[in-house]
Structure formats: C-alpha cells, structure tokens
C-alpha cells in the first residue's frame, strides 16, 4: 500500500538558516509527488509537485524538493528560512484512484 | 480567481443534532474530495465523488454521508455527531488527466458540544 513517511515531527531553525525536511514514500510505480504547508487553523496550500520530468521541483515561496527514486524520498528544501514560514508541512503521495495519502506532518519552528 | 470556498469556517453543533458543511469550486473539477483532519493529525479521506460516481473509503464510519447535486458543490452531513467527530473537516478538487493536482478549501472548524 502506497504510505509517506516524515521521520520529523518537530524542527527548529533559526530565522536565516536553511531548511530541509524529510519524506520518504512507498509507492509501487513512479509517484506524484506533493507538499503542502499549513498554517494554524488554515487550509493546505500546494508548494510545489512531481509528476514527471526535472526531479528538482522549484515550487512558491523559495521552496524546492528534489525526487530521488534510488531512495524513495522527496526531501522539501529551503536556503534561507523567513518567519512567517513557521507552520506545518505535510507530504504527500498520488494514490491508485486519484486520492492524495498524507505523512504525518512536520512541524516548523523558527527561532529569532 | 478560481477557487474552493468551505462554508461555514466555523461550524458548533450539539451532540448527536445532524450538521451539514458545505463546499464550492469555481475551478470545474470533475473530483472533489471530503477529508477530516484531528488535531496534530494529518488529514484522512472520508469519500470522493467522482462526477456523480460516489467512493467511500473502508474505514469511514456510515454516520459520515455526502451529496454532490452538481459539478460545483459537495456537502458533508454528519448524521448524529459525537465528541470524536470534532475535527477540521476539508474539502479539496481535483481534475483528472490534467496534472493540477489537488486544491484545498480553508477548511471547516467543527466543534461539537
């Protein structure tokens, strides 16, 4: 069965530092590929996807994630993080029949 | 701008009083989608209607129900709401073939009481 795991629960960085959180999928074919970040309260907003092609995805707001198929994963990165992108980070697959399958979440801290 | 509007943003009921939250789009997707979201949780699809073509998930419980009457709106009624059932509940599109991926509303708060 096709699953997403994000090994972080919880991740502080300081405003200016770079960013990378961790996703790993199970998937049997090649996957669509998805993050969204959510803020309290809030809906999800799309970051960026991987259907096909480029596996460096550039996505909104300085975000980019880059596929690895070798090992199953589509880690979100960022150079420089800013404080209003405190909030949570989910990852997500395409499952058979076009239903999204989240990770569990991520939640971001930044530090002033 | 095209988009999926959730109504209400918040929504208190009392326990066991049927409720209904309701979901738009503008963006003509033939796929929306109802998911429930706990808190600290990540969300979980209850069902999605494919056009007309309604798909329950295994695990949602049959006091969970939807109705589509057309291409631009989808309703979740709650038949006898409990204190588990409070949540966020989303709503989300999505266009089959077509790579858009999947769009999310603002959500609808449900606290039951």
């Known amino acids: 069965a096709q699953s997403v795991t994000q090994p972080d629960i919880h991740i502080t960085v300081s405003e200016g530092a770079s960013l990378e959180l961790r996703c790993n999928y199970s998937y049997g074919a090649t996957p669509y590929l998805f993050w969204y970040v959510q803020s309290p309260g809030q809906g999800l907003q799309l970051l960026l996807k991987y259907f096909s092609g480029d596996t460096l995805v550039q996505g909104i707001k300085g975000f980019e994630a880059e596929f690895k198929r070798s090992q199953s994963s589509f880690n979100l990165r960022k150079p420089s993080v800013h404080w209003s992108d405190a909030a949570e980070y989910f990852c997500a697959v395409e499952k058979y029949g076009n239903k999204l399958v989240f990770g569990a979440g991520t939640i971001l801290r930044v530090k002033s | 701008d095209a988009m999926v509007i959730q109504n209400p943003r918040y929504q208190v009921t009392q326990f066991g009083k049927p409720v209904t939250l309701s979901c738009s789009q503008t963006l003509n997707h033939n796929v929306m989608y109802w998911y429930q979201q706990k808190s600290s949780q990540a969300p979980k699809l209850l069902f999605h209607y494919y056009d007309k073509d309604f798909n329950n998930e295994a695990d949602t419980p049959d006091n969970f129900q939807s109705r589509r009457p057309n291409t631009s709106f989808c309703f979740l009624d709650i038949r006898s709401p409990g204190l588990g059932d409070a949540a966020m509940y989303l709503c989300?599109?999505?266009?089959?073939?077509?790579?858009?991926?999947?769009?999310f509303g603002s959500g609808t708060r449900l606290t039951v009481v």
């Open positions: 989300a599109t999505s266009s089959i073939g077509r790579n858009y991926g999947y769009t």
